[in-house]
């Protein structure tokens, strides 16, 4: 079992492997009775350890045309959606794509699927930052009116971090991209192995304590 660092769905906290999905993979584990430790590597070696090695299993990726037949898939895991965010005392309404182009500037990522949906969209009103926390501060300082880099769990992840309450931003109606996190399997792992892994995932959706991992990460 192997994943990387990206918060706040896996990542390393004080030496162990945490997050949202690391704690839906440990429950699905414990469904089956088996037990594997969760190594963290950066996102090229994982994608190499996953095409050359014959028993391995990567959380989370997007399932993508691309990779779709380079793996086989357990999930998924959740399905996340990115939307533009104001701060709680803006008062303006957003409900489209022509409403966020009138916005006065707004904060996205460097690079990256998000960045490049909104390149696609003919978003041009932008400032691209590398760091999360600088995106939401330049909406803190008013310096930005709106925001779009991560998903609720995200940015519920983020606010935390920078001690601001997790409702002080607010989504608006416009959702820029929606994507699913899977778990990607080496292609010579047994399909018996991935129908028991996918029923046992299935199983924990729909229990209770999926509901109180997310509410967890969203609170």
């Not at 990115?82 to 990522?109: E, W």
């Not at 931003?169 to 990607?184: G, H, M, N, R, S």
């Amino acid at each position: 079992m192997i994943t990387e660092d990206w918060a706040p769905y896996n990542y390393r906290d004080q030496g162990k492997v945490v997050g949202f999905s690391t704690e839906i993979v440990h429950t699905v584990m414990d469904e089956l009775g088996e037990h594997y430790p969760i190594e963290i590597y950066p996102g090229a070696r994982g994608d190499r350890m996953l095409k050359t090695l014959p028993n391995v299993m990567h959380f989370s990726l997007f399932r993508t045309p691309e990779r779709e037949n380079r793996f086989k898939w357990v999930g998924p895991i959740s399905k996340q959606a990115v939307y533009f965010y104001k701060r709680k005392d803006n008062p303006q309404t957003y409900r489209s794509i022509k409403d966020i182009k009138q916005a006065r500037l707004i904060t996205v990522p460097h690079k990256g699927l998000v960045a490049s949906r909104v390149a696609a969209l003919g978003i041009t009103n932008v400032i691209k930052l590398s760091e999360r926390e600088k995106q939401f501060s330049l909406l803190f300082s008013d310096r930005a009116e709106l925001s779009v880099n991560v998903s609720p769990l995200g940015v519920a992840h983020y606010l935390k971090m920078m001690g601001k309450p997790v409702d002080s931003l607010v989504a608006t109606d416009v959702k820029l991209v929606e994507f699913p996190l899977y778990i990607a399997c080496s292609k010579e792992i047994p399909d018996e192995v991935i129908q028991r892994w996918q029923k046992a995932l299935d199983k924990v959706k729909a229990s209770d304590k999926y509901q109180q991992i997310y509410k967890k990460y969203l609170m």
